[in-house]
């Protein structure tokens, strides 16, 4: 178990936003089992940028043709050989970038049925370690402001810090008690020099100082601290051995504060260049805000300029655009600070003016480098951070997508300067990357690990290591711990908890493979045996987990009808926010798969009225009327359903006052982005002997006049004697 344990947090824990993605459950074509040899071949002469396009005002411009558009390296025009407009977060953008890669359109076909958009994928990178306490008290302000007003269903979101204090939350995720939390996490962790006197010594100082041999700048600090501890020998001393003192004390402060900076800087990119390469296996746009009060990377003696480079353009690759903030707000000049080197020699000569300058534009200079490298905008001087969110969401809405087929050797290294712009539209400006991308020669493997001998067919057999044996209980680990989930063999889970007298709170797990998987046809194999296994993890290091072997026989009648395999589990613990991950592998063929939630278990308070998860299933035209027994339906685990189908939900309610559900009342509205689509009313929930001090409550509602797309079902339960509410969502998908 101590195993299974380090295999989960150190996987989980990463470096960077990880966590789970919206899969797309729709049932696919049949095909054959995937091998170890299977590759994705692409084709590495094309070449791609995304560009965006705006007017005068600022507003992003949608519409234009590939005619309109300029293409030219190093000067010279080039052909556009592939083009296309794409909507962020659409579900068609992931088969849209894929198609520019290979040079073939695709778009033209309607969108398979079943498909919903998948939402925005969207970082928020909070650079702890530059921001001051009044900055991170803004920042904190902004992102629960984004997530109560901005997030939309279908997003799937990560806040990640620099210093790593968000632990095991930093994931991927449209879960709100996550985000909140990982919100409340984020405390101060500027590690600024620990010096109590008045003569402040930024990092800028010391690096011009330091590195640029700023004399005045240094003369100035040096003979504040002459004035601050009042160094003046005694009538008839020597002054130069009490200005040595000063000198040297002011010599050791810039060493120390050079040295801290440039480690602190070093982490801040690191661990953002480990955050976009995390990201990769995540198809379309990503949006990334960088928020901080900005760094020094002009330092002749670090490598801060050379790991800027790498993260703008690793940031081209796997489709990030940055938008830097600065969360100091407006810029202002604070003129004579009395509690700070206040040092009339300093001021009169000028010199705290031009530091002042010179500083701000120092600390903003890595901000408009990754933003305006990555095709993004530097948000700069401005209270409003929520408001700088929202004109990014705006800007990022969509983009064009062009391809052309590079000639010469430096348009196929990326050495050529790109320019692209508009014919006749001098209203219009165009933003692109600095860095285009160049699709890696080699070819993207699948998901099955290669046999080191099948990747040089030249190498000498006496080199070649025997192939090694699968081991069924490792690459069951590496699922369970995976970065992404595994798709190999497609899995679904559903989590929902209930709460009992004696047993507590129980998570129920309800998982599910989809039946196409399994090929019969053409297997001697009259079974299937898939190993499982699951836990669930707190951030507390605690876990409990479980181990099943799943049988699944050839059903003609099951198959034909497109019914998925589905079984279940339950897991005892105590209340928490929890991460549920189950892994799969099939032992005739290797193939894993892995699947992730989270759920938040609240502990359970007498006297108030409280209710379980929501559980869901679907009743399909010609399952029978409304009205049936609420078991007669399985849950339905991928929680996607069909327009022309009903909706049926259950739940438990708990600490009923008077032990009677006579006065408890339940309404259900179903919400999209947060506006009601459908309202049902009131209705009271039907008298019933009470069993471990639960109420059960069941209903359902039609799904035909909802459009496909994202939604949040939302049950709230009223006692009306006790005058307590009780409210649980259930988001949802309408194909």
């Known amino acids: 178990m101590r195993t299974f344990f380090l295999i989960i947090i150190s996987c989980a824990l990463v470096t960077g936003a990880t966590g789970t993605f919206a899969q797309q459950t729709a049932k696919p074509p049949a095909l054959p089992a995937a091998s170890p040899s299977d590759v994705i071949t692409i084709n590495t002469e094309l070449v791609q940028t995304d560009v965006t396009v705006f007017d005068k005002s600022g507003r992003l411009v949608e519409g234009l043709t590939p005619d309109e558009f300029v293409l030219t390296l190093d000067g010279k025009p080039q052909p ?53 306490n009044a900055s991170l008290i803004r920042t904190r302000k902004a992102l629960t402001e984004f997530l109560d007003q901005r997030m939309h269903d279908g997003d799937q979101v990560a806040i990640v810090s620099t210093s790593g204090q968000i632990g095991f939350l930093q994931q991927l995720t449209d879960n709100e008690a996550v985000l909140h939390e990982a919100i409340e996490r984020l405390n101060y962790k500027r590690n600024t020099e620990t010096y109590a006197g008045r003569t402040i010594i930024t990092e800028y100082q010391a690096n011009r100082v330091a590195e640029y041999n700023d004399r005045a700048l240094f003369n100035y600090l040096v003979s504040s601290t002459i004035n601050e501890y009042q160094l003046v020998p005694a009538k008839g001393g020597d002054p130069r051995g009490l200005a040595s003192l000063a000198v040297n004390n002011v010599k050791n402060r810039i060493r120390q504060i050079e040295a801290n900076s440039r480690s602190v800087t070093d982490n801040t990119l690191t661990v953002l260049l480990g955050l976009m390469r995390s990201s990769a296996p995540l198809p379309g746009r990503k949006l990334l805000f960088f928020v901080s009060d900005g760094f020094i990377t002009d330092t002749r003696g670090s490598n801060a300029m050379t790991m800027l480079k790498r993260v703008t353009e690793l940031a081209s690759r796997v489709g990030i655009v940055v938008y830097t903030m600065e969360a100091s707000g407006v810029y202002y000049d604070p003129a004579i600070d009395a509690s700070t080197n206040a040092f009339s020699d300093g001021l009169g000569s000028g010199v705290a003016a031009r530091n002042w300058t010179g500083e701000s534009a120092g600390l903003r200079e890595p901000l408009r480098i990754l933003a305006d490298d990555t095709g993004g905008r530097a948000l700069l001087n401005s209270n409003s951070i929520p408001g700088s969110i929202q004109e990014a969401l705006d800007e990022t809405s969509s983009y064009y997508l062009l391809a052309w087929r590079p000639e010469a050797e430096d348009q196929k290294n990326g050495k050529a300067q790109l320019k692209v ?52 209980e490792v690459e069951l680990l590496a699922a369970l711990g995976s970065l992404y989930p595994h798709k190999t063999l497609p899995a679904s889970l559903s989590v929902g908890y209930v709460n009992s007298a004696d047993q507590g709170a129980t998570l129920k797990l309800s998982m599910q493979i989809e039946r196409w998987a399994f090929d019969f046809d053409s297997s001697t194999d009259q079974k299937k045996e898939v190993d499982v296994i699951g836990a669930a993890i707190d951030d507390r290091g605690m876990i409990v987990s479980f181990k099943q072997l799943l049988t699944v026989t050839p059903n003609a009648a099951a198959q034909k009808a497109s019914q998925p395999v589905q079984w279940n589990q339950q897991l005892r613990l105590p209340p928490g926010l929890y991460q549920v991950r189950v892994a799969l592998r099939e032992r005739g063929s ?52 069909a327009r022309s189908s009903a909706l049926r939900y259950q739940t438990y309610l708990y600490n009923v006052s008077g032990g009677t559900a006579a006065d408890l009342e339940v309404e259900a509205r179903v919400l999209h982005d947060g506006a009601t689509m459908i309202a049902l009313p009131p209705a009271k929930v039907p008298a019933v002997s009470l069993k471990d001090n639960a109420v059960p409550y069941w209903s359902e509602l039609s799904l035909a006049d909802l459009k496909p797309g994202y939604y949040q079902l939302q049950v709230t339960a009223t006692d009306k004697r006790s005058k307590s509410i009780a409210v649980q969502r259930m988001r949802f998908v309408v194909q």
């Open 421 to 472: 712009s508009l014919k006749n539209h001098p209203e219009l400006r165009v933003r692109l990357r600095r860095s285009f991308f160049i699709p890696s020669a080699k070819a993207a493997v699948s998901e099955q690990p290669k046999n080191p001998a099948d990747q040089d067919s030249h190498a000498d057999s006496s080199d070649i290591a025997p192939k090694a044996e699968p081991q069924p």
């Open 80 to 132: 556009i050989s592939f083009f296309e407009s794409v909507k962020t977060g659409s579900s068609q953008e992931a088969a849209q970038v894929k198609s520019a890669a290979n040079g073939i359109r695709k778009t033209e076909a309607p969108t398979p049925a079943g498909m919903a958009r998948p939402g925005r994928v969207v970082f928020f990178f909070v650079d702890d370690v530059h921001l001051s």
């Open 590 to 641: 290797g193939r894993t798969g892995s699947v992730q939630k989270w759920i938040e278990v609240p502990a359970v308070l007498q006297g108030t009225l409280q209710m379980s998860s929501v559980f869901a299933g679907e009743r399909k035209v010609g399952d029978g009327e409304a009205g049936g027994a609420p078991g007669s339906l399985m849950v339905n685990v991928t929680q996607r359903f």
